[in-house]
């Protein structure tokens, strides 16, 4: 396996990144998941707009975007696999110990790993941890994903697949790796990035294509939604089969079918769609 670390193509086992990366030492980062099917990705001009958008959050300067055009196409080259998970990572670089950042210029590293295709269905849980919505670094995708950790961990503790967390203000948010979506006398709805939740790139594009409206709904929502689905780079549209003990019913139902169908056949059809 080969990977991009500052500014080149290293084997993994010589791709070294120091012990003082900020990156590692208080989760001063940023980065992308992208889907790379047979050395293609999709919607990276999305994904590189958010990675700047998230490094302008953090106060870090703008990333190359051209270095990680250049970074993802010489990765996906070296390292030919049918299904990938291509992740861009972008870091504060060597800093002193503690919050201050150093001066030594940001760390940039572009790494794949395989992977094979979600299921249709899954399960999940909710958690008694929240989003901050009012966070400082809310919207931001960040590499400070402790809490992530923490609640996926418990969602396989109870045989499921992904968390879902409420706000501070008891509403419905996000999973841990996904938006969320539900759907509500027959209409499609999901949270609006002022709940706190990161605003998915997948999440865009199927809200768009399948006229999703952004709701403010109460993590009870979960308990009335006749339909659920997760969205994510990876799952693109996943049916929710068990939220905790409720069972669903036959999955996927008659919308979320629609918007697996919507989305596969637009994303076939445009791999990098940008409106």
């Known amino acids: 396996m080969r990977i991009w670390l500052d500014g080149a193509l290293r084997d993994a086992d010589e791709a070294k990144v120091s012990v003082f990366d900020h ?9 992308e998941t992208l889907k790379a099917e047979h050395g293609t990705t999709f919607a990276l001009t999305r994904h590189l707009e958010r990675l700047t958008r998230s490094a302008r959050g953090l106060g870090l ?8 055009r250049r970074a993802c196409a010489a990765v996906l080259e ?4 049918p299904l990938g998970r291509l992740r861009v990572t972008y870091t504060g670089g060597v800093s002193p110990l503690g919050s201050d950042r150093g001066d030594a210029g940001p760390t940039l590293i572009v790494a794949l790993a395989g992977t094979t ?29 402790a809490e992530n950790v923490v609640a996926l961990a418990a969602a396989h503790r109870a045989g499921a697949s ?37 605003g998915g790139i997948t999440r865009a594009l199927v809200a768009d294509w399948c006229g999703a409206k952004e709701t403010d709904l109460p993590l009870e929502a979960l308990e009335q939604a006749e339909e659920v689905f997760l969205t994510s780079s990876l799952r693109d549209v996943q049916a929710v089969v068990r ?11 008659p ?18 769609p940008t409106s």
């Open 23 to 31: 990156g590692l030492t208080v989760g001063d980062g940023v980065f």
């Open 162 to 198: 992904e968390a879902l967390l409420a706000n501070t203000v008891g509403r419905l948010c996000e999973g841990t790796g996904s938006n969320v979506f539900v759907v509500l006398d027959g209409q499609l709805h999901t949270p609006p990035v002022s709940c706190g939740c990161l």
């Open 78 to 81: 070296a390292n030919p696999l």
């Open 255 to 272: 919308v979320t079918a629609e918007a697996m169908r919507i989305f596969d056949a637009r994303s076939a059809e445009d791999t990098d």
């Open 61 to 68: 300067p703008d990333p190359d975007l051209d270095e990680v």
């Open 243 to 253: 939220i905790d003990g409720r069972e669903l019913g036959s999955a996927p139902g």
């Open 117 to 145: 295709r979600r299921p249709d269905t899954t399960a999940v849980v909710t958690v008694p941890w929240v989003r901050n919505e009012r966070s400082a670094v809310a919207g931001l995708k960040t590499t400070s994903y």
